[in-house]
């Protein structure tokens, strides 16, 4: 892993769960963008946070477990590699109570200007309180 992580619990309520009586996947999806915006909200300087955002184009989850109602998780996220163009890689694990790794994932994120709404190349400066 590169550092620095960022790390987040996560409690399974009742809305989360499908009629398997599992955290649905839409909920897993949510809580891996939910990682993303806090870390960001967290570590981006402030000129950054004003002046871009981030929309997801890709997520590659790994499903090798899951919770049940009242069960946490512990979700660690960090910035893999370096970035293409406007495109940055997170990587997000979800580890249960016990450190198993229940639920892993690759997203692809694009950035851009908030002022044009366009893509803009993300800079090594921008990323770099991620690394």
């Known amino acids: 892993m590169s550092a620095p992580t960022f790390d987040k619990t996560f409690t399974a309520r009742p809305d989360h769960i499908d009629e398997l009586g599992h955290v649905n996947n839409a909920v897993w999806?949510?809580?891996?963008?939910?990682?993303?915006?806090?870390?960001?909200?967290a570590a981006a300087r402030p000129a950054d946070r004003e002046a871009f955002f981030w929309v997801v184009t890709r997520h590659e989850i790994d499903y090798r477990g899951n919770i049940a109602e009242g069960d946490r998780v512990t979700g660690t996220t960090w910035i893999e590699g370096p970035a293409r163009g406007a495109q940055s890689t997170r990587r997000v694990e979800f580890r249960d109570t016990e450190g198993?790794?229940?639920?892993?994932?690759?997203?692809?994120?694009?950035?851009?200007?908030?002022?044009?709404?366009?893509?803009?190349?993300?800079?090594?400066?921008?990323?770099?309180?991620?690394?």
């Open 29 to 41: 999806v949510q809580w891996i963008q939910d990682m993303a915006t806090a870390h960001w909200e």
């Open 100 to 131: 198993k790794i229940i639920v892993s994932a690759t997203t692809t994120w694009a950035m851009l200007e908030r002022a044009t709404q366009r893509l803009a190349r993300v800079r090594p400066d921008v990323l770099a309180p991620f690394t």
